[in-house]
């Protein structure tokens, strides 16, 4: 079975820095995606940024990106100039082509963003 | 556009009832895919309906049963509760071909006393 680890419980920035969560995954199979989505306390869950495992190039969304080490198995989300509105649960998530679209969700990190 | 809406937004129950939780997926989706959340972890998959059919199912007993309509969308029912059900249950969706991203609702927080 596929898992997902996020072993950053908790983390905190001040605004503007640069902060960066951690996510490991194991898998046997190598067509996949990874996710990271965005939890604020209004509790719905927000897309931050995609991979697909099969490019090489990392992937950026504006503030956000990923450094993905697919030998490693592990895909980090790097938020750069810090916003109050970054606070939020961030999870990690890994869908494996070929069993369809059902997500593995990481436990979790629970980010604040300090003024 | 109307993005993934489900109802209702909070229920009590009390052990032993049965609960049908509702969803309608974002226009132009095919596939909804059930998680439940409990408080401080992340969302686990319940199961997956596309076309009408469950596509999919995780790790979750027969209590748990769904339906899709030919709308697209969904229900979640969960039969017998028990305490242990307390969660907060999301609805996502997607398309069925292709594009690997899944859209959530806001979830139906669920509390068992």
């Known amino acids: 079975a596929q898992t997902v680890t996020q072993s950053q419980p908790e983390m905190s920035v001040q605004e503007a820095e640069t902060v960066t969560l951690s996510c490991t995954y194991d898998?046997?199979?190598?067509?996949?995606?990874l996710f990271w989505y965005k939890q604020p306390p209004s509790r719905q869950m927000i897309l931050v940024i995609r991979q697909e495992a099969y490019k090489q190039q990392n992937a950026t969304e504006n503030r956000f990106s990923v450094n993905f080490q697919k030998a490693a198995k592990s895909f980090s989300l790097k938020i750069s100039d810090s916003q109050l509105g970054d606070t939020a649960m961030y999870f990690c998530?890994?869908?494996?082509?070929?069993?369809?679209?059902?997500?593995?969700f990481g436990p979790g990190t629970r980010l604040s963003v300090l003024p | 556009d109307a993005g993934v809406t489900q109802s209702p937004t909070h229920l009590i129950k009390t052990r032993g009832q049965q609960v049908t939780l509702r969803c309608s997926p974002k226009s132009g989706h095919d596939t909804v895919s059930w998680y439940q959340q409990a408080l401080g972890q992340g969302p686990q998959f319940i199961f997956q309906y596309y076309e009408e059919e469950e596509r999919q199912r995780g790790n979750f007993p027969d209590r748990f049963s769904g339906h899709q309509f030919p709308n697209y969308s969904s229900e979640l029912n969960v039969n017998a509760l028990l305490l242990g059900d307390s969660a907060l249950y999301l609805c996502a969706s997607s398309t069925g071909q292709g594009v690997y991203e899944q859209y959530f609702g806001p979830g139906t927080r669920l509390t068992v006393t």
């Open positions: 898998t046997s199979e190598s067509n996949y995606y």
């Open positions: 998530a890994f869908m494996e082509v070929l069993y369809g679209q059902n997500f593995v």
